[in-house]
């Protein structure tokens, strides 16, 4: 196969995988984020009654056996199960076939921003109770984020480049732009690409808590989660996996996969500044969506709609939105713009890669989603941002977002198939 096998240059995405908090696969969640729901409740997992943050948005109908044998399943972190899950969702749409030697050519990325918290903590709690003797020999593998990709790998025989990225809530986005790299200079001639995340844990609310990065707004979780609104007071965090393929376009023709969209353009850059702030000019966001547009080929007022990386940070939102209009001009104010984080949260690593597959299912039905909670904008943010319910609009080339500390910024351009 591989010398029958010559590049295209461009990469499509034939399969779609994703746990939310809104639902497990895309016919359950879409329709429920069309709608405007909010999955951000009090916290169930553990006693939040002395965090300053007590909500968050946890996905309640996820079974980890459903995706791993029952001994894996007990053993690994949750985030390595949703990642497997999303990742054999997206294998099952996309009707890749992954037996035999095509298996050495089909590769998998899919990144986490923090990795096994869980299991790290509870390990830790072992080592103080009982000394080294109980910690588990599965510590590190279950612990460390490249092991989403590993266990994808394991799990469906796909023996093709095998790697992780690692940039905090840039970490799904650039997972995404990764593989399309590799499948784009024939590397591969498909990946399983995306992100997985499931920080909701004492020690993950408790880290985020003290950075004051979080709403505090307790007694109404499912109107915390403000994106670009005035009364925004911090991010909701969300737990999610989302896995894409991306195959070669003449590869997913020769076999008649179903394209949903191309990727078009991968922007990265960086910001310079600090570690949890981002540039105050917003610069690094602009320059990211400048080189993602320019490797497009499209121009400024052929952007059809971006999904905001939006955290619902005083920061961010007013960063970004300076950002968008330093990059379209006059075009910005005609741009439809929602954060799908007013509904979800702020899943981290796996941001990137649910908010890409959002606007693919905003390409192919002709709707976009809502930015839920904008009640009383914020005079810095004068943009439409799709506020509160779903708008019919037919999108042909999209933006997606994604920033991170450190500085990560990463933006993505997907375009409908011609």
């Not at 035999?100 to 089909?106: F, V």
């Not at 709707?367 to 904008?374: A, G, K, M, Y």
Request: include cysteine; aromatic fraction near 6%; charged fraction near 20%.
């Amino acid at each position: 196969m591989t010398e029958a096998f010559r590049p295209s240059g461009r990469v499509v995405v034939t399969g779609l995988g994703a746990i939310t908090p809104l639902g497990s696969g895309t016919d359950r969640f879409w329709p429920r984020m069309l709608k405007g729901e909010s999955g951000v409740r009090r916290v169930t997992r553990f006693d939040v009654s002395d965090f300053p943050t007590q909500i968050a948005a946890e996905i309640d109908d996820f079974n980890p056996e459903d995706w791993l044998d029952r001994k894996e399943a007990r053993r690994v972190d949750r985030f390595i199960s949703l990642a497997v899950g999303a990742a054999t969702m997206a294998l099952q749409d996309s009707a890749l076939p992954t037996e035999g030697e095509i298996a050495e050519h089909i590769g998998v990325l899919v990144g986490s921003g923090i990795g096994g918290l869980t299991f790290l903590e509870e390990q830790i709690e072992r080592l103080k109770e009982g000394g080294p003797s109980k910690v588990s020999p599965f510590t590190v593998p279950y612990m460390i984020p490249d092991m989403a990709s590993g266990m994808i790998s394991i799990r469906h025989g796909l023996k093709g480049p095998n790697s992780c990225a690692v940039t905090a809530c840039s970490t799904g986005a650039n997972s995404l732009g990764d593989a399309y790299h590799i499948v784009k200079r024939g590397d591969a001639v498909a990946m399983v690409a995306g992100g997985s995340e499931a920080p909701i844990n004492a020690t993950g609310m408790a880290a985020f808590c003290a950075a004051r990065a979080m709403s505090c707004r307790n007694d109404e979780p499912e109107r915390a989660s403000r994106p670009f609104d005035n009364d925004r007071d911090g991010f909701v965090m969300g737990e999610c996996a989302a896995a894409l393929i991306l195959e070669d376009f003449e590869f997913a023709r020769s076999r008649n996969a179903r394209i949903y969209a191309e990727i078009v353009g991968y922007g990265m850059s960086g910001d310079a500044f600090h570690v949890t702030q981002p540039d105050p000019n917003g610069d690094g966001a602009y320059r990211s969506m400048k080189i993602a547009l320019k490797q497009s080929g499209r121009t400024e007022d052929q952007v059809g709609y971006i999904n905001a990386h939006g955290t619902s940070t005083p920061y961010n939102d007013r960063l970004e939105t300076l950002a968008i209009k330093r990059l379209l001009g006059d075009h910005a104010y005609s741009t439809p713009i929602s954060s799908t984080k007013s509904m979800i949260g702020h899943t981290l690593g796996a941001a990137g890669a649910v908010e890409a597959l959002i606007c693919i299912l905003a390409m192919r039905d002709s709707v976009l989603p809502p930015t839920i909670n904008l009640e009383t904008p914020d005079p810095d943010c004068d943009l439409d941002y799709v506020p509160n319910q779903a708008r019919q609009a037919k999108v042909d080339f999209a933006l997606s977002n994604s920033f991170g500390f450190g500085g990560h910024n990463v933006t993505l351009a997907l375009a409908k198939p011609e």
